[in-house]
């Protein structure tokens, strides 16, 4: 891949000076990030249209903006304690308002998910969630489920989730001092 981006730069170097050669060069550079940067944008874009436009297993309809979550699910805290693998695990209610069953995506993208502090400090998601995906959250149609999702910074500081663009409130009931099992 360097040779490649390289290769128009060797070309036109040779026959620059100075300021012109530097010129050149930012030039050629500065096109080649920008489009890494877009095809990789497309790569990422193309990935969660094709996961949204693609029929599931299980028959699950896929929603990954906050006004589809919004109009297909209710979400709440139920807690935030101490995890065992150090952070803050946060339990959600996630109720499913359909018949069919949702697959929740986007917790990682644009900042999706985010635990706020007692001083408005953001915390961001972990990669790791058992029993979920690290990124998206099933829920069977028409029922209620608990998920846990997994943050850096202290339960005992949580005041607020912000998922999918909503702000659910920790209940001070709900910060427990004790990691689970």
């Not at 706020?116 to 058992?130: E, I, N, V, W, Y």
């Not at 608990?146 to 989730?161: L, N, P, R, T």
Request: glycine share 10%; hydrophobic share 40%; charged share 25%.
């Amino acid at each position: 891949m360097r040779r490649l981006l390289l290769a128009p730069l060797l070309l036109l170097v040779p026959a620059c000076k100075g300021e012109t050669a530097k010129d050149v060069t930012a030039t050629v550079v500065g096109k080649t990030v920008e489009v890494a940067k877009g095809a990789g944008s497309g790569v990422v874009e193309g990935f969660a249209e094709g996961r949204k436009g693609a029929a599931s297993a299980d028959g699950s309809r896929t929603l990954s903006t906050a006004e589809e979550v919004a109009a297909n699910t209710e979400l709440s805290v139920l807690e935030a304690r101490p995890s065992n693998g150090g952070g803050v695990e946060v339990v959600l209610a996630v109720t499913n308002k359909t018949a069919q069953p949702l697959h929740l995506l986007g917790l990682h993208e644009s900042g999706g998910a985010q635990l706020l502090d007692k001083d408005g400090f953001a915390t961001p998601l972990q990669a790791r969630s058992p029993g979920q995906s690290a990124d998206s959250i099933k829920v069977p149609p028409s029922v209620k489920v608990k998920a846990s999702i997994y943050f850096d910074g202290e339960a005992e500081k949580a005041a607020k989730v912000r998922v999918w663009g909503r702000e659910l409130d920790v209940p001070a009931a709900a910060t427990a001092a004790k990691p689970q099992p």
